[in-house]
């Protein structure tokens, strides 16, 4: 049915051309726009040269962040002005964004910030793409290259609650350069990070004390400013009741203007918030003539007002005028635009208006509503008609209009915006409407979370006929949310039945469920069951049917060869998902969160940190809104590792409890564990035994990690509370213990196809050896390591381990002669790697170059005499070595971790494909092709 599904998590959009193009006209002399100056004003000199300079002692040292924060009526905006003039006239580039509370929705917040950028650089930019992820990078590297000096202003900031967008103004604080300033107006404490910029020195604050009028700039103000003949004792009396709180003094020179008893008002004068309510009341609303009142109250429904709005809304002309006799009072109406087509009501007189409104005449509420609805619907700004229609409770009229947009909506990726206006919908009214329903679930579960989704769908599907698109939707839907709840089992069974019965030519909703089945096969172990799936997708052409459908297809393919332990092709399914391209020298991508943390996670492994943090930075708060266990996992656990090395020990503990907070949140302990997990990796790296001990205890408390043992996760597949428990003993505790535990483990491992896992374990029991004083069999286990890993480009699998692993990889440089140089492995890992493979003797067996060569070539195609040679598997090459040492089949088991069955049976194999007969052939003939050495 709404195919466009797809486009909600693959490349979501700001709204439609025709839209952007009417807003271009009324929003951007507004929103992008400093604010005309008031008509009286204090040039607040101190804190106007603190904030140019940044600093707030005259010591120097510049902050690259400034927050002026205060309620309502302090004077933010007035100051903010007054500094972007002065920065302005001393040459530096300045911008200016009010934000609003659409700007909740993350594409259109990043939109209206490029078009922000556009005035800091006269270049023209390239854009990445219109996907929040993708738009987010440009815009950081955009910021990262703006030329110097500059500032930019961000006004209302308090409006923005979206952890999303809050997240991306977090970053963009963090990825100032040296020259560019960041400076906030807010009405309260904004989440982006305040304590690490303050802790670091670079965050200035402005508060509402510092706002506060001083008793000379209240004289100043009222007399010289507003030209109010008052008494100095009345003045100091002003200024002691209004706590130097601009706005009550503004109110206060209103009255006193047509006041006739100055020292009677002065002393009844209160400077409370009860004021201002009382004194709208009683001075300002009740003074206006009839028909500007009745004006007032009908157009404070619209949060942007131009005489083309106000006219269809109040079914009159001479709107403009109105405006602009309002205009002349700022306290009440603020022009937003220099042509002074654009007004908005001060925000306390706005929810004055509206409660007089509501309180007075209920009744019109309907069709002033449905007026505006029409208004905006001419202007072709669909989104705000559909809210203005919804408001006015009429549901015969407001859900055909919204059902007629809402798939477009989902498909230009505004799922907060469209659970938003959802919500506004009274229960019960969607029931006729399984359109409206189906995009309801899908925005749900893609912004909320999977439990709030599925919630809502067991809701819909009780009322909705079999046949509906409720319950067909239902059948790809349910599936994908139980396994973002780590529901796998359930989500395998119920998937593996309804496969069965969601025709093929349903075509988005199958292609979901055929990926969905195929992924949760692959957490339950079965491998080819998942390839299959795909595969048989690919040749009904239904997987590939949408670009989000082809993502979700590659990535899962991507997850199996990554389990597997092939991290060379993972890469690339992933940067194919990814649609990896190279711009100005960074790689950018399509903007599709599941697939770019999924890049970050091998882009980590390779060791490429510069690369992973920017995914990571930009798209794990993307994640959090979606809930995925394992995606979850991997970005923060990977950006804790990064910040860490870098040094930033705060950031990374700080990212490490956000995924036990989203644990606690989504009900997953899993995420829970895994935090508490990675804590423990971090004290035991740094040889704190206790705390790793006691966060280690934590971990394993925190959920029933028995039933994950036979599920492939591939955030959990290397890090796991019995790995935990095996890694404090070989470092504190009984290391003979868990060499002998190990063991048993890689068997399971490779006995279960989970490749990387298997070469993680050998890495510990290698570690686990060289701790028992057992040096020999210690290299010998490092040398098959590093094999796989100088062929899949494995880096952090042996880093991580610390400095234990660095010791052993010391100590295999100096039994071959290698030169080891930390610095070397710290900036070229991989180059040490592969040299240290190379250099192998020749007494443990082929390289691992020669190894890659024959895995991955088709040249050698045929024996010495003649005879066609058929490629061996990577276990029957390991065999082939370990023959040419001379091991007999027992110890080639014990080095493999296999019975001496199955040596048995790799041996048969091995004469079938080279035609010979005994082992002494076998050998003789991999040597006579260079196969060992």
């Not at 610095?823 to 040490?832: F, M, S, T």
Request: charged share 25%; glycine share 6%.
């Amino acid at each position: 049915m709404i195919e466009s599904v797809a486009k909600l998590s693959e490349q979501p959009r700001p709204p439609a051309e025709s839209e952007h193009r009417q807003r271009r006209v009324m929003a951007q002399p507004a929103k992008l726009c400093c604010p005309q100056a008031p008509p009286f004003q204090i040039f607040r000199n101190t804190l106007n040269d603190q904030l140019c300079r940044g600093n707030d002692h005259g010591d120097g040292k510049s902050a690259r962040v400034s927050l002026v924060r205060a309620p309502a009526g302090f004077g933010k905006s007035t100051l903010m002005r007054q500094v972007y003039e002065q920065l302005t006239a001393q040459g530096v580039a300045t911008a200016w964004m009010r934000l609003d509370m659409a700007d909740n929705d993350s594409a259109r917040l990043l939109h209206f910030l490029a078009r922000t950028l556009d005035q800091l650089s006269p270049e023209e930019a390239e854009c990445a793409g219109d996907a929040p992820g993708a738009a987010a990078m440009d815009l950081l590297d955009r910021v990262e290259m703006l030329p110097g000096p500059f500032a930019l202003f961000l006004d209302d900031l308090e409006v923005v609650q979206n952890s999303v967008a809050l997240a991306f103004i977090r970053q963009l604080a963090e990825r100032l350069p040296p020259h560019g300033r960041l400076i906030l107006g807010s009405r309260t404490q904004p989440d982006i990070g305040l304590a690490r910029l303050r802790a670091r020195g670079q965050l200035q604050e402005v508060d509402a004390n510092s706002l506060r009028f001083s008793a000379e700039e209240t004289a100043q103000f009222l007399q010289r400013e507003c030209g109010l003949e008052i008494a100095p004792e009345d003045i100091a009396s002003l200024h002691q009741t209004t706590e130097g709180w601009a706005a009550a003094l503004w109110l206060a020179y209103l009255a006193l203007e047509q006041c006739r008893d100055p020292a009677a008002l002065v002393a009844g004068f209160s400077g409370s918030n009860a004021l201002v309510a009382d004194y709208l009341g009683e001075e300002v609303l009740a003074r206006q003539p009839d028909e500007l009142r009745e004006f007032m109250l009908a157009t404070s429904i619209l949060p942007q007002l131009s005489a083309e709005l106000c006219d269809a809304v109040c079914a009159g002309n001479g709107s403009q005028e109105k405006l602009l006799a309002l205009s002349r009072n700022r306290f009440l109406l603020e022009p937003m635009d220099e042509e002074g087509r654009w007004f908005r009501y001060h925000s306390m007189f706005a929810v004055f208006l509206q409660g007089q409104l509501q309180q007075r005449y209920p009744q019109k509420l309907p069709a002033l509503h449905r007026a505006a609805a029409e208004a905006y619907l001419a202007q072709e700004r669909v989104v705000a008609a559909i809210e203005q229609a919804l408001k006015s409770g009429d549901m015969d009229y407001a859900l055909p209009l919204f059902a007629r947009h809402a798939e477009r909506l989902l498909g230009d990726g505004r799922g907060l915006l469209l659970t938003r206006l959802m919500a506004m919908v009274p229960a019960g009214k969607l029931q006729q409407w399984p359109g409206l329903q189906v995009v309801h679930v899908w925005a749900i579960a893609f912004t909320r979370g999977a439990a709030e989704a599925m919630t809502q769908l067991n809701v819909y599907e009780q009322d909705a006929p079999m046949e509906s698109q409720v319950h067909l939707h239902g059948m790809a839907l349910r599936p994908m949310l139980l396994s973002m709840l780590d529901r796998h089992d359930e989500a395998y069974r119920i998937a593996s039945d309804c496969i069965h019965r969601l025709p093929v030519t349903q075509t988005f909703p199958h292609a979901i469920l055929r990926t969905s089945l195929a992924y949760v096969a692959l957490v339950v172990g079965n491998y080819r069951e998942a390839q299959d799936l795909l595969d048989e997708g690919r040749r009904l052409q239904v997987i590939d049917c949408t670009p989000f459908t082809h993502i979700y297809a590659q990535c899962v393919e991507g997850a199996i060869e990554l389990l597997q332990g092939r991290l060379r092709q993972a890469t690339a399914r992933f940067r194919l998902a990814a649609g990896v391209s190279e711009r100005n020298g960074r790689p950018v991508t399509n903007g599709n969160a599941m697939a770019a943390v999924l890049l970050s996670e091998v882009w980590y492994e390779c060791g490429q940190f510069a690369d992973a943090e920017r995914l990571l930075q930009v798209y794990v708060p993307l994640v959090q809104e979606q809930g995925v266990p394992d995606h979850l996992i991997c970005g923060h656990r990977n950006l804790a590792r990064i910040l860490y090395a870098r040094g930033d020990h705060d950031g990374a503990f700080q990212t490490i409890t956000e995924l036990e907070y989203f644990g606690y949140r989504n009900e997953l302990p899993r995420l829970v564990a895994s935090a508490r997990l990675e804590r423990s990796r971090i004290f035991l790296l740094e040889g704190d035994k206790q705390s790793a001990r006691d966060e280690l205890k934590r971990a394993q408390s925190a959920g029933e990690w028995d039933k994950f043992d036979h599920w492939s996760l591939f955030g959990s597949d290397l890090d796991i509370p019995a790995d935990a428990e095996l890694r404090w003993k070989i470092h504190f505790a009984d290391s003979d213990a868990a060499a002998r535990q190990l063991k048993d483990q890689i068997g399971q491992a490779e006995g279960t196809g989970r490749g990387r896992r298997a070469l993680k374990l050998r890495l510990l029991y290698a570690l686990a050896l060289y701790r028992t004083g057992n040096g020999k069999a210690a290299l010998r286990q490092l040398r098959d390591v590093l094999r796989i890993a100088a062929s899949e480009h494995y880096v952090r699998l042996i880093l991580d381990e610390g400095e234990l692993a660095v010791q052993l990889l010391q100590r295999l440089a100096n039994q071959q002669s290698v030169p080891f140089d930390p610095e070397l492995l710290i900036r070229e890992p991989q180059a040490l790697f592969r040299q240290l493979v190379r250099e192998l003797s020749p007494g443990t067996g082929i390289s691992g170059d020669a190894a890659s060569a024959h895995a991955n070539s088709p040249t050698l195609t045929q024996t010495p005499d003649g005879k066609p040679l058929e490629k061996l598997t990577r276990k029957e090459f390991q065999v082939l070595c370990l023959l040419g040492e001379g091991l007999s089949n027992g110890a080639i088991g014990e080095r493999m971790f296999v019975s001496e069955n199955t040596v048995r049976t790799h041996l048969r194999n091995i004469n079938a494909k080279l035609h010979t007969q005994t082992r002494t052939e076998a050998v003789a003939v991999a040597r006579k092709l260079n196969l060992i050495g």
